[in-house]
């Protein structure tokens, strides 16, 4: 007989990376209930209670109903934030906290249920610098890194390396004249740095000659390993000169890679490495939501598949 709980889908409404893997369980007759958090309270409902057996109760859209004691799986996948434009700041500020701390800690309290990933290990895993020491702890290569608000650390961390970057500790959306953008990763040097670097904390990292990147997506027991060749310093700024390869990973690193997942907790990661001149792998991030069904496109490579499996428990 098979298993009729259902797996639950949070993200926006335009993910077409949630899209394919929901066709996926579909064409295997698993359930799906697919929500936002964005959603709530307009057209997303949620009763619960706290019983001796935990959480019981339901999550109810315009179209399905999911018991939360009876989910096999979530798939959390950056949904939008809640909001609600019609209160006044004030008011809107109590109700998105309310929203966060009620809806939000039931998703994360759910019986049995396997979560890819759950939220609250995804914040944890998304601090560059936990995720820094824990690659090292893991046993990757990790260039020298720091991070300042000192501007004479950071000038003489930037001659004390042959070639240095600055890299984002996390990257807010800027709109510039009405277009969203982000803080590119820069090459640095010590005349750049100027007492503005005092306003917040930076992060400084030395420059690996590379002559490739690797972006690693692991989905529960399964790696895929893709090889990016471009001629950019953050292959992400222009996907037009990439060419993609699937490789096996050198020694040592399959074991790091889920050394360091299990740190965090995670069952999911997209893990970005670039390839030193002496063909080392070097830890540069883990996203613990990052893309990667362009990837599958590419190459052939069978990801969703694999994420189903996960998300079915069959894996």
């Not at 706290?50 to 799986?73: E, F, K, W």
Request: one cysteine or more.
């Amino acid at each position: 007989m098979s298993d009729p709980r259902p797996v639950l889908v949070v993200t926006s409404l335009h993910d077409p990376t949630a899209d394919v893997v929901i066709r996926e369980l579909h064409d295997r007759g698993i359930p799906v209930v697919r929500h936002d958090s964005g959603d709530f309270p307009q057209s997303l409902s949620v009763e619960a209670e706290i019983t001796s057996q935990g959480v019981r109760g339901r999550v109810t859209t315009p179209s399905r109903t999911a018991d939360l004691a009876n989910i096999r799986a979530l798939y959390y996948r950056r949904p939008t934030g809640f909001a609600f434009p019609h209160l006044s700041e004030q008011d809107a500020r109590f109700a998105i906290t309310q929203a966060r701390y009620g809806l939000g800690g039931v998703l994360a309290s759910l019986p049995g249920c396997l979560y890819v990933n759950h939220p609250h290990r995804i914040g944890d895993a998304e601090f560059k610098p936990s995720g820094l020491a824990a690659a090292v702890e893991a046993g990757f290569l990790v260039p020298p890194t720091l991070l300042t608000s000192s501007p004479d650390a950071a000038r003489a961390f930037v001659k004390g390396h042959d070639s240095v970057i600055y890299k984002p500790l996390h990257n807010p959306v800027y709109r510039i004249d009405g277009v969203s953008s982000v803080v590119k990763i820069a090459e640095v040097a010590a005349e750049d740095v100027d007492e503005s670097v005092s306003g917040t904390a930076h992060l400084f990292q030395k420059r690996v000659a590379k002559t490739a990147d690797v972006r690693v997506t692991v989905i529960g027991s399964q790696s895929f390993c893709v090889r990016i060749d471009s001629d950019v310093l953050d292959w992400r700024t222009d996907y037009n000169r990439l060419t993609y390869t699937p490789v096996e990973p050198p020694p040592g690193i399959e074991q790091a890679l889920h050394r360091y997942l299990d740190h965090f907790r995670l069952v999911f990661g997209a893990f970005d490495f670039c390839v030193g001149e002496d063909g080392q792998w070097w830890f540069l991030e883990c996203n613990p939501s990052g893309q990667w069904y362009w990837l599958e496109s590419e190459t052939g490579l069978p990801m969703c598949a694999a994420l189903a499996d996960l998300l079915e428990r069959t894996s």
